[in-house]
């Protein structure tokens, strides 16, 4: 099997991977066991990143980003994937957290967060979900209330990314209680405010290096300037306007593990034996493996193809919902495949393909669930 490059790839992207991947194979391949067993990766690793300038690597070298595009996101979560690790929340770091700064921030927020965020002397979360509230986001009770010159926020979150770690949470809140999507604004909140506080690292299922906490809000107040935009109630439109690149940015990770899960498996079926012969000499396994590339190339293709379109601003919500779609479904597929061919020793958690399996189910679920994904699609049509 051979890595074939992607089309949006050029000489430049490609001493990008050369540093991601030296950085993953030194700074996190030999930590994996620990951060999951310790629930969230060292903060150092934050720090690290920073120094050789893999956070924000597409925000502008103004912010102390590092000039770059959505292609050298892709990089990093490809890289990431490829030594097996899914506990690194650093693509909703720089990818989205920061990209909401970068898009709808005033100047002096820019100035303030992001050349932080590049060095990673700041972590930055952001905080949708509700205890009662998942995908339906008009429906979140989470309520930022103006008082003078401040907002006071009283509610709670939860499945939040990076929650444990986050200096800065940018929040979704309701500044009209009475309205629905038109009520909901983003607010910039900074962990270190009085009545904020961390709730516990929650239990998962999978990606169990990854801290992925509850958040709470007991009368935190933060001053009416860190209103992520210029009006109250731009919350739900910012939200739909950023959510196509959060959907790739999946979907390049459910790809990334699908290849990861390739070679896992064919290496493991090269090398184990049945009945006095390598496993890879039986046609199923041979059939079988046949399946997982042809997905795995086809799910590549299409996020090649969207990955295009996003460089050049053409990336539109439906197709974004197609992609996660098919690449979250997929990549489950795939896991399973590669799982019943390492047989017992795929069910044993010391074995990457049985951590993948695991991790790749809630891909389905985040950044809008198979349904809600449907449910955009079927608009479309």
């Not at 991947?21 to 996190?28: D, G, L, N, S, V």
């Not at 910039?188 to 998962?204: H, I, Q």
């Not at 890879?280 to 295009?308: L, P, Y």
Request: proline share 3%; glycine share 10%.
């Amino acid at each position: 099997m051979t890595d074939r490059r992607s089309p949006w790839m050029d000489a430049d992207l490609d001493d990008v991977r050369d540093l991601a991947r030296t950085f993953c194979e030194k700074e996190i391949k030999p930590h994996i066991d620990d951060f999951i067993a310790q629930k969230h990766v060292d903060r150092q690793l934050w720090n690290r990143a920073g120094e050789a300038g893999l956070l924000c690597l597409s925000i502008p070298e103004e912010y102390g980003g590092g000039g770059g595009s959505f292609a050298h996101e892709a990089i990093l979560i490809e890289e990431q994937a490829r030594v097996g690790d899914s506990s690194w929340g650093a693509s909703l770091h720089n990818g989205i957290v920061a990209h909401y700064l970068l898009a709808y921030g005033t100047e002096e927020q820019k100035q303030q967060w992001l050349p932080k965020m590049a060095t990673g002397e700041v972590v930055g979360a952001i905080a949708m979900t509700e205890p009662g509230t998942g995908s339906d986001l008009q429906n979140i009770k989470t309520k930022a209330t103006r008082e003078g010159d401040e907002y006071v926020i009283t509610g709670s979150k939860t499945f939040i990314t990076n929650g444990s770690q986050a200096d800065l949470v940018l929040t979704v809140v309701k500044t009209d209680p009475e309205d629905r999507a038109a009520g909901i604004s983003l607010m910039l909140v900074p962990t270190s405010n009085e009545g904020f506080a961390r709730g516990r690292v929650l239990d998962k299922i999978g990606m169990k290096g990854q801290d992925t906490s509850e958040l709470f809000f007991d009368g935190v107040r933060v001053p009416v300037s860190n209103l992520l935009g210029l009006t109250e109630g731009q919350g739900f439109v910012q939200l739909m306007q950023q959510l196509p690149q959060e959907r790739l940015l999946v979907a390049v990770s459910n790809v990334a593990a699908m290849e990861f899960c390739l070679r896992e498996t064919l290496a493991y079926v090269r090398d184990r034996s049945a009945f006095g012969r390598p496993i890879w000499g039986f046609q199923n396994t041979k059939f079988k493996m046949a399946e997982v590339a042809t997905e795995a190339r086809v799910a590549r293709s299409f996020v090649d193809e969207c990955i295009q379109m996003h460089l050049g601003d053409g990336l539109d919500i439906p197709t974004a919902a197609m992609v996660k779609l098919w690449c979250s479904e997929r990549a489950q597929r795939v896991a399973d495949a590669c799982l019943q061919l390492h047989g017992g020793y795929g069910y044993m958690n010391e074995y990457p393909i049985a951590r993948m399996w695991a991790d790749m189910r809630v891909s389905q679920i985040y950044a809008g669930s198979s349904e809600i994904m449907k449910e955009i699609i079927s608009r479309s049509l």
